[in-house]
């Protein structure tokens, strides 16, 4: 049983375009939403997260919309980069102490120049 | 300064062989997890630890022990290593307070032959 989605699996946008990756869950008792960015050859690492209380978090070019009723979120990347280019995966947990993390598969991210 | 490493880097096996995949941090973290990635299934937990003594199983425990002798050192064994346990292992560090954030490594890339 897969509790988070994540489409497409493989995105490719052009540089300047913005790129928008899907996230679907189960849980309703999920609340804590992070998304981590991965490059070749290296581990996971956190780029943006979003709390259920909130519909909206940015942090420069990355925006995280949320959808708690439909148990939908987004990431878009805005202005997209060659640099951005990476597997990005959507997490979820319902909070609280010692709480793990249930990944997406993961979408792979392709900006070209 | 990386705060989660792992070693070795690369690891090629025999089948019915030992294998120990090593992780430490610097981080101070409570939680340990041990991770593997192939694709098409993105990160799936094998083992992870609340601290020095204890391990418990994730989604996908079998064929694998976990070891947490310290603070800083989460180990993976492969009793008996089998051709299916070919993978990119990954180990990361929790702050078990709140959301969790996880702290990747660079990854093991084990072959088994």
């Known amino acids: 049983q897969q509790q988070v989605r994540q489409s497409p699996q493989s995105l490719t946008v052009w540089e300047g375009e913005t790129a928008i990756l899907n996230c679907s869950y189960e849980?309703?008792?999920?609340?804590?939403f992070p998304w981590y960015q991965q490059f070749p050859g290296e581990g996971p690492a956190l780029l943006i997260s979003?709390?259920?209380?909130?519909d909206k978090k940015e942090d420069g070019r990355f925006t995280i919309f949320f959808n708690k009723r439909e148990k939908k979120l987004s990431l878009h990347i805005a202005d997209s980069q060659p640099g951005d280019s990476a597997t990005y995966f959507c997490?979820?947990?319902?909070?609280?102490?010692?709480?793990?993390?249930?990944f997406g598969k993961g979408t792979k991210l392709s900006v070209k120049s | 300064e990386a705060a989660v490493t792992q070693s070795p880097r690369n690891k090629v096996a025999v089948t019915g062989g030992k294998v120990t995949l090593s992780c430490n941090q610097t981080?101070?973290?409570?939680?340990m997890y041990w991770y593997r990635q192939d694709t098409g299934h993105g990160l799936r937990l094998i083992h992870y630890?609340?601290?020095?003594?204890?391990?418990e199983k994730g989604d996908i425990p079998d064929g694998y022990k976990a070891s947490r002798p310290s603070q800083e050192n989460f180990s993976l064994i492969l009793e008996l290593a089998t051709p299916s346990q070919t993978s990119v292992y990954f180990c990361?560090?929790?702050?078990?307070?709140?959301?969790?954030?996880?702290?990747f490594g660079p990854g093991t890339r084990l072959l088994v032959l």
């Open positions: 990361a560090s929790g702050d078990a307070a709140g959301q969790d954030t996880q702290y």
């Open positions: 849980n309703s008792a999920f609340d804590y």
């Open positions: 979003i709390l259920s209380v909130s």
């Open positions: 997490a979820a947990n319902s909070g609280g102490s010692n709480a793990k993390l249930t």
């Open positions: 981080n101070n973290h409570n939680n």
């Open positions: 630890s609340y601290g020095a003594g204890s391990t």
